[in-house]
T-cell receptor
Framework: GDSVTQMEGPVTLSEEAFLTINCTYT??????LFWYVQYPGEGLQLLLK?????DKGSNKGFEATYRKETTSFHLEKGSVQVSDSAVYFC?????????????FGPGTRLSVLP | SQTIHQWPATLVQPVGSPLSLECTVE??????LYWYRQAAGRGLQLLFY??????ISSEVPQNLSASRPQDRQFILSSKKLLLSDSGFYLC??????????????FGPGTRLTVL
């Protein structure tokens, strides 16, 4: 079945450092890809998404490019802030699996130190 | 715009007591609805999903059940809570878009502690 793998962390960075969180996926179809962010004690928020190969999703300085050839959707940010400390989830949606089409990765905890 | 509500926000219950968590969605029709559980420091576990009123699919056999009495209402229940039911419960909704894509949107969650 479909699956998502991401580095589990925790990832600890200093403020203004460059961030990369790796995400790779396995799917037999053509899924949409997502990054969600979860701040402490809150639900998940959609950060960005891409629906087809070579699409780039971006939001709040974060970017990720849908790479079909490497089945990857790595999250990047050029300069992280303390407020970016959160857990980040990579996910895919394969609409062939109607109703249970979302698959989430295990999440990566990011801590940004001042 | 669409909004999703969950209540209560936090709950402390003794082992063996019943449970009822509620989720409601506003601003959309016929959404797919989902219940997830997140144990402390862990990822998401899909518990139930529903594609319509009265249609419930269970992903994990356990002492929990779900119901969808109205189009935009999703309820998670238990007759007798176990210690292992403690966790953060998240409700989510999605609607398949015109382009065939599907995005899930999450509620604020309910923190359940079973003592």
């Amino acid at each position: 079945g479909d699956s998502v793998t991401q580095m589990e962390g925790p990832v600890t960075l200093s403020e203004e450092a460059f961030l990369t969180i790796n995400c790779t996926y396995t799917a037999t179809g053509y899924p949409s890809l997502f990054w969600y962010v979860q701040y402490p004690g809150e639900g998940l928020q959609l950060l960005l998404k891409a629906t087809k190969a070579d699409d780039k999703g971006s939001n709040k300085g974060f970017e990720a490019t849908y790479r079909k050839e490497t089945t990857s959707f790595h999250l990047e940010k050029g300069s992280v802030q303390v407020s970016d400390s959160a857990v980040y989830f990579c996910a895919l949606s394969d609409l062939r699996n109607y109703g249970q089409n979302f698959v989430f990765g295990p999440g990566t905890r990011l801590s940004v130190l001042p | 715009s669409q909004t999703i509500h969950q209540w209560p926000a936090t709950l402390v219950q003794p082992v063996g007591s019943p449970l009822s968590l509620e989720c409601t969605v506003e601003g959309t029709s016929n959404p797919n609805l989902y219940w997830y559980r997140q144990a402390a420091g862990r990822g998401l576990q899909l518990l139930f999903y529903s594609v319509g009123i009265g249609q419930i699919s269970s992903e994990v056999p356990q002492n929990l059940s779900a119901s969808r009495p109205q189009d935009r209402q999703f309820i998670l229940s238990s007759k007798k809570l176990l210690l292992s039911d403690s966790g953060f419960y998240l409700c989510a909704w999605s609607v398949q878009g015109l382009a065939g894509t599907d995005t899930q949107y999450f509620g604020p969650g309910t923190r359940l502690t079973v003592l």
